[in-house]
């Protein structure tokens, strides 16, 4: 079993940057995938970025692309998501995720963190 903490969340003007981290516990981290999705008020929640578990392959949604990065380091055990040029529809609470594949899809995660708050104002 994996458990998530999201940590990196907060509020920033339009153009500037955060970086995400997501800690796991659990000796089994380096086996799976891990993605990044997002929830805005009132919205479905949405994958942004994925990342296989040697960190060779990665997925991003459109919006994102040259965006945002995935990244992990298997020995601390975290995956990260640099957020540049951040725009106010990034705004939404981001959770991440793991995944025995490399996947898009909600239901293709099994282990789930509490998320963290990203606030991007005009």
Known sequence: QVQLVESGGGSVQ?????RLSCAASGRT???????????????????VAAISWSGWSTRYVDSVKGRFTISRDNAKKTV?????????????????????????????Y?????????????
């Open 29 to 47: 981290f380096s086996t799976y995938a891990m993605g990044w999705f997002r929830q805005a008020p009132g919205k479905e929640r949405k994958f």
């Open 80 to 108: 990260y998501l640099q957020m540049n040029s951040l725009k106010p529809e990034d705004t939404a609470v981001y959770s991440c995720a793991a995944s025995d594949e490399l996947a898009t899809m909600t239901s293709e």
């Open 14 to 18: 339009a153009g500037g940057s955060l």
């Open 110 to 122: 099994r282990y789930w963190g509490q998320g963290t708050q990203v606030t991007v104002s005009s």
